[in-house]
Nanobody, 121 residues
Framework: QVQLVESGGGLVQEGESLRLSCEAS?????MAWFRQAPGKEREWVCG???????RYCSDSVKGRFTISIENARTMYLQILSLIPEDTAVYYC??????????????????WGDGTQVTDSS
């Protein structure tokens, strides 16, 4: 069983930036970030393969969010110019399989507990 631990969330002023981290305790092939805003369903944000080759983000965050990975186990999400709509709990997800449908929550076997990001403006 792989455990995922997220960190880096908190209160952030609108327009500022922050970086979220997620560390996996074991071997995985792909990792992804999802988020769930208050009163909304969880949505896929970005995904990446353990090699770092092959990274994708949803159209709603392209240009402001950047996903990266280090040592095939630690994933980051750089958020630039935070906007109120970014307020959400951000979840890390991972799969031991390489072939996944990025946006499908059922494709990921492992999930973190989430880290809260709040626009404090």
């Amino acid at each position: 069983q792989v455990q995922l631990v997220e960190s880096g969330g908190g209160l952030v002023q609108e327009g500022e930036s922050l970086r979220l981290s997620c560390e996996a305790s074991g071997n995985i092939e792909v990792m992804a970030w999802f988020r769930q805003a208050p009163g909304k369903e969880r949505e896929w944000v970005c995904g990446i393969r353990k090699s770092g080759i092959g990274r994708y983000c949803s159209d709603s965050v392209k240009g402001r969010f950047t996903i990266s990975i280090e040592n095939a186990r630690t994933m980051y999400l750089q958020i630039l110019s935070l906007i109120p709509e970014d307020t959400a709990v951000y979840y890390c997800a991972a799969s031991p399989r390489d072939a996944v449908k990025w946006g499908a929550q059922g494709a990921y076997e492992y999930w973190g507990d989430g880290t809260q990001v709040t626009d404090s403006s």
